[in-house]
């Protein structure tokens, strides 16, 4: 009982999950191309709406739960007449790709998660699925006592044992980026998103030409090497706004912008609104 105690209270201190609600989106809605390190659960409860994946478009129905994995580039359209409403979780996988590799690989979903060639998963939910989503949304809104953390990341392990169930029954569709040097090319850039890396760097890094490298991540990613760059410096920035209280012209400067303005500039290419706007938005409901 004692160990049990212990792992509550542990538990209680991670800050497994980084957002969980219930979104609305309107028709027309368009958001993107972004991507964060976070793993990201899209369960659709009502209407449909398109999420592009590295360039691949797939339309989520009622009933479908798509899971986007880390770093990979997303938008969200509502192309419909009709509302979407959906629920939302964001957590870190970091907790639990460390495990023991045997865990891992019996575990499906686990497996999943440290396996760096998967983009995402898509395949109807269930009620038990729907029902453990709702339970971490409601616990994640709710502060009124000192167990709703804890009891938010216990079921976020629930839904880990659920997801794999149901990958083994009835996946309907898991995409994977398998070339290993758009994936070397992917974790170099997340990993230099505040140095001034270039094209040269990043190829000399895969140990190809530049031209070869741009072939295959156009091939493999769907996107440019500089959209990508791009894009992830842009999740960084998004991330600094939301949690920390550096300025923009800070955060244009760490990012290696070469001025405010021009940061302002390519943010909105990327995101549709300037940082400013962004700051004002609810930053957490994306």
Known sequence: MNRVVDLLYHESDQELIYNALERTLKPGYFFGPHCHENLEICLMKEGECDIIINGERITVHKGEIMVIFPHMIHSFHVKSDQEAVFLQVHFSPENFIAADPKVNEYI???????????AYTF????????????????EVNTEVNMYH??????????????????????????????NPIAIRAIHFIRQNVENNITLDDIASNCNITTRYLSKIFKQYVNISVNDYLCITKIDKAMNYICNTELSITEISSKLQFSSAQYFSTVFKKYSG??????????????
């Open 149 to 178: 953390k804890s009891l938010a990341n216990i079921y976020i392990y629930e839904l880990l044992f659920l997801l794999s169930r149901e990958i083994e029954k009835s996946v309907r569709k898991v995409f994977r980026i398998n």
């Open 123 to 138: 395949h109807p939910y269930t009620k038990q699925i729907l029902s453990c989503v709702d339970r971490i949304c409601e």
């Open 108 to 118: 499906r979903f686990l497996h999943y998660m440290s396996d760096r060639h998967i």
């Open 273 to 286: 609104v300037t940082p400013k706007e962004y700051k004002n938005l609810r930053t957490k409901d994306i």
